[in-house]
């Protein structure tokens, strides 16, 4: 098992670039999540999916674009990238919570990302 | 507004010196209380999963409890391999995580 892999591991864009992040999960979890990292700020939750095909804005979407076409896969897309949007995105995936609780969240290495 | 708070920001021990980071949290219909450790350049690593509180968890040298506002990760005679940065997480009654900024553990030889 390769757990949650993402591409690619590092990335430079220039401002107004776009760009595709994959992250791809082999546990066939329902839940995905995108997040990103700041220096001194907890993990931010931008997308995130309950299922294939179904995608939902976190708390910091704007600016980026999800598809899940496959349930093993999430797509995190930057349409026109701003300085702003530098970070360290995460990729999460956990299993269907079936008991009332909440289930572990599994992440992937991260994508290092500068927008210059 | 739900809310999760960690400290301190930093936190540095000798080698065997035990102590513990805390976490604070203000989350309406808890459903979880989760922990994880983060290495430099890393994705974080699940350690933890807390329901209720009075609950303990142990793994190792780390043993993590619950309490109604907070939860603790108590590190007992630490190792220089236990340093990371360790997140906590809560999940509210809309199941998504409220992350802390994290408590940086540096543990000296």
């Known amino acids: 098992n390769a757990g949650v892999t993402q591409t690619p591991k590092f990335r430079v864009l220039k401002t107004g670039q776009s760009m595709t992040l994959l992250c791809a999960q082999d546990m066939n979890h329902e839940y995905m999540y995108w997040y990103r990292q700041d220096p001194g700020m907890g993990l931010r939750l931008i997308h995130y999916s309950v299922g294939e095909g179904t995608t939902a804005k976190g708390e910091v979407p704007d600016g980026y674009n999800v598809s899940r076409l496959k349930k093993q896969n999430f797509l995190l897309g930057l349409e026109s990238a701003a300085p702003s949007q530098t970070s360290v995105y995460f990729c999460?995936?956990?299993?269907?919570?079936?008991?009332?609780?909440?289930?572990?969240?599994?992440f992937g290495p991260g994508t290092r990302l500068t927008v210059t | 507004e739900d809310q999760v708070t960690q400290s301190p920001e930093a936190l540095r021990l000798q080698e065997g010196e035990s102590s513990s980071l805390n976490c604070s949290y203000t989350v309406s219909g808890l459903r979880g209380l989760f922990w994880y450790r983060q290495d430099p350049g890393k994705g974080p690593e699940f350690l933890f999963t807390l329901y209720s509180a009075g609950e303990e968890k142990e793994k190792e040298r780390l043993k993590a409890t619950l309490t109604k506002k907070e939860s603790f990760l108590h590190i007992t005679a630490p190792k220089p391999e236990d340093s990371a940065t360790y997140l906590c997480a809560a999940s509210g009654s809309n199941y998504q995580l409220i992350w802390g900024a994290g408590t940086k553990l540096i543990i000296k030889p």
């Open positions: 999460a995936s956990r299993d269907l919570d079936g008991r009332g609780y909440s289930y572990e969240q599994y």
